[in-house]
């Protein structure tokens, strides 16, 4: 069973960076691993996700050139580098696994997809 733990987030002002870990635990060994994000009122959207053990990313349009996913496979972690934040960007973020998968593009944004995720974390930029 894999578990999820997410970790990094906080609160910044607009035009400032933060960088969310998601740590892996279970026997994974490939698959697809990434993060989504939920504001208040609004559905769970996609982010970004990494084909874990191995390469290839994807992106929602709204974080292109400003976010960035990575691994570091040995530590079983996968990262999110937020930069220039702005408050549409405030929201719970959550890491999403599927093991033994890839990272589709046309269907990586399905949550369904996805059977772990982890509890979240608050990200919450102001003006």
């Known amino acids: 069973q894999v578990q999820l733990v997410e970790s990094g987030g906080g609160s910044v002002q607009a035009g400032g960076s933060l960088r969310l870990s998601c740590v892996v635990f279970?026997?994974?060994?490939?698959?697809?691993v990434g993060w989504f994000r939920q504001a208040p009122g609004k559905e769970r959207e996609g982010v970004a996700v990494?084909?874990?053990?191995?390469?290839?990313?994807h992106y929602a349009d709204s974080v292109k050139g400003r976010f960035t996913i990575s691994q570091e496979y040995a530590k079983n972690t996968v990262y999110l580098q937020m930069n220039s934040l702005k408050p549409e960007d405030t929201a719970m973020y959550y890491c999403?696994?599927?093991?033994?998968?890839?990272?589709?593009?046309?269907?990586?944004?399905?949550?369904?997809?996805?059977?772990?995720w982890g509890q979240g974390t608050q990200v919450s930029v102001s003006s």
């Open positions: 999403a696994a599927k093991a033994y998968t890839v990272c589709s593009v046309a269907y990586w944004q399905s949550l369904g997809r996805y059977d772990s």
């Open positions: 279970g026997h994974i060994y490939s698959g697809c």
């Open positions: 990494i084909n874990f053990g191995g390469s290839g990313t």
